[in-house]
């Protein structure tokens, strides 16, 4: 059938696990997971979006490979990843008579990804779990390296476990009928390994950027090197203790910091945008401190651009954000560890590092001629 | 201070943590939280019983140690095991702002400690987490193994997660204001770990029952090797898969079916009591399969009985479950694997071991023979 499916092998001793990425995977979703998980039974999770364009095919290839399953279909969106629709997906798990090495699947998003992966990890303490990614950002992020959770009304992504998946299915064409935007916003996070650590996977993506885009062999290349980048931070970093998964944050201080000031109005602004934006700020702001090229910067925000995505804070449409709300929401950032600031800057392309102890006041000066310029 | 202070260490590798136990440890608290764990802020759960009794000691052991606390008080009560209180807790630790190194510290019994538990285990996919245990039951069961949950509406502990605490403070002295049937009840769990496996702790129990109930030395020394023999089966078998755990079930399975039957009502039967009942049909069960001498089973039965503790099915007050209704439960009950029944059963004294494919059957006549008999 597919000729053409990388094997990512994500190291974690005995929750070690493969990311399958190729085209048409979902057709072969049920043989695979009956070959890695014999007997289990399942519970797909989905959003409402999903289900009407992919869902058939995955209920169809379960049914073929004999896997028993019920079906949680969920209202699409950010607000989904909530207290209520954990408890939902929760009760409907138990409501299926589903035992500890029985799984959840979730076929969707990031939403969708993080929700079940929660509530799989609380379920009997901890129930087997299967990705099926369908945005390009859930294939190449959300849907590796075992982080689920919930938003508080207090922050998001404030509450959750670390749950592995027992595999993780990617199936390229679904892909296809993602809208342009979200396909865009999942690149900010492919172009993000390559301007963390790896410059030759940068510039075979300022080389193949448009055939990433098309589909094909390309895009399969892409998610797969995207996925054994993030696989290596997570093997050696399995619960984000040791700080070697700070990397994966380059952009998202400031990222994050402009969601929130955009209140998260994906009308103005979504996550893979202000990544963009924060990746072109960390490394304007590497140059400022006399960290990097202003050529490397440059070059950043060249393929950026050429993705069609910003890398301007005026470019958000409404009113544009002022510094004491983005430094408020940089202080509350959930990853400043007691008071200091700590942001990824840069050498230069893929020369990322993790700077403590950055000046406040350096980066609301920067911030405030960031906006002056427009 | 205490001169009588017994340790206990979980081992878990980079998990291991030390049980203190000994009278007049709340007062010690803040001083032993801050030995091991510097620097950090903490967010006090309790109930409104224990806080009207034990709250203002443990804040001033905290305010002396200089640990800056939010306390969270709670309804007291099973039905406190909830999605909504779990939630309530988690935002209240997020509001008090603390990070991922702080501490939950869970003052209380059973339902504290599992509920305080979960929530430290999923604010900021999990926090630091210290056990005051406050009953008998937590000090020598559930503060001991990292089980931590809530209740489904469908079934008891159906959702949580494995959260190690970093310690546990046992103080013996908060017991005397624990109503007696509440002690005894703990005392069920005491004398398990001797049915279990632990025959001369067993002997040692018959000789020395008074002196455990009337606290001092006999209470720690009891207290201190049923942690003792928690903490080796939890240190085999950490996330209850090597079956190893199966054994603390000695009693459980008909336990929770006598439980579910009056439906939790705990003025017709409390959890130890249920246990209580559970071990004695588990040893006459057992005499009747003929693994068991009749002599030992009695001495088991005698032993629980001169603690104040119910033996019989007819000593529950209220109209009889019936076995239909105890063998639905029995089939519901979550440690049935796939179908089969499995019970804890026992040679004799300190002689139980884990019997799988019991037949339903045998289990039905002996359940209609022993209501029965009243
Ligand atoms: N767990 C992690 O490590 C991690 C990492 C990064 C992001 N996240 C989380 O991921 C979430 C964002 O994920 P996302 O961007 O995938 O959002 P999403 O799940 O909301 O998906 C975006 C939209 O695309 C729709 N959609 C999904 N697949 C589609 C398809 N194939 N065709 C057409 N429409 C489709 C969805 O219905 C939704 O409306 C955030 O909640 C974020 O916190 C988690
Ligand atoms: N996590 C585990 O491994 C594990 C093991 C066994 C039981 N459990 C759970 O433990 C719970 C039962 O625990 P429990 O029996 O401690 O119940 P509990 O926490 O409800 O406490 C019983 C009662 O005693 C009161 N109390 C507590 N300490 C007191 C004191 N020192 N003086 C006076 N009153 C006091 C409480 O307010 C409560 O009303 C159940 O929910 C059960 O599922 C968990
Ligand atoms: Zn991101
Ligand atoms: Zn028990």
């Known amino acids: 059938m597919s000729s053409n499916v990388e ?3 994500v190291e974690l001793g005995d929750r070690s696990y493969d990311i399958l990425i190729g ?3 979902l057709d072969r979703a049920g043989a695979e997971i009956a070959a890695r998980l014999p007997g289990i039974r399942a519970a797909v999770v989905t959003d409402e979006t999903v289900a009407g364009l992919h869902l058939p095919k995955l209920q169809a290839s379960l049914r073929a490979a004999g896997i028993d399953h019920a079906t949680v279909v969920l209202p699409p969106g950010e607000t989904t990843k909530s207290y209520s629709h954990l408890q939902t997906v929760a009760e409907a798990v138990i409501e299926a008579r589903l035992e500890r090495g029985d799984a959840v699947i979730a076929l969707g998003g990031g939403v969708v990804g993080d929700l079940a992966g929660f509530a799989a990890g609380i379920v009997r303490r901890g129930m087997r779990f299967v990705q099926v990614p369908t ?3 859930a ?3 959300s849907s590796v390296g075992g982080k689920t959770g919930i938003n508080s009304p207090q922050g998001k992504n404030l509450v959750g476990v670390f749950h592995q998946p027992a595999l993780v299915l990617a199936d390229t064409g679904v892909l296809d009928t993602l809208v342009d935007r979200e396909f865009r916003a999942g690149y900010a996070e492919v172009a993000k390994y390559g301007l963390i650590d790896r410059p030759d996977f940068f510039e075979w993506l300022e080389a193949n950027r448009t055939h990433v885009f098309a589909g094909g062999p390309a895009r399969i290349r892409a998610i797969a090197e995207s996925c054994r980048a993030k696989a290596a931070v997570v093997a050696a970093d399995e619960r984000e203790e040791a700080g070697a998964r700070a990397l994966l944050n380059l952009g ?3 990222g994050h910091a402009l969601e929130k000031a955009v209140r998260y109005d994906p009308a103005r602004l979504v996550h893979g945008e202000g990544v963009s934006i924060g990746m072109a700020l960390a490394h304007r702001f590497s140059v400022r ?3 990097c090229s202003g050529q490397d910067a440059g070059r950043a925000e060249a393929h950026l651009k050429a993705a069609g995505l910003p890398t301007r804070i005026s470019e958000i449409p409404g009113p544009q954000p ?3 709300d983005l430094m408020a929401a940089i202080g509350q950032d959930k990853k400043v560890s007691r008071g200091r600031l700590t942001f990824i800057l840069t050498h230069g392309i893929g020369q990322s590092f993790v700077a403590r102890d950055v000046e406040r006041q350096a980066v609301e000066r920067f ?3 960031e906006l002056a310029e427009g």
């Open 7 to 9: 094997t990512v092998r």
């Open 23 to 25: 085209e048409g995977l």
């Open 135 to 137: 945005t390009l950002l």
């Open 139 to 141: 294939q190449v992020d």
């Open 252 to 254: 998202h201080t400031f």
């Open 289 to 291: 401190e006399g960290l």
């Open 322 to 324: 002022t510094v004491p």
């Open 367 to 369: 911030l405030a001629d």
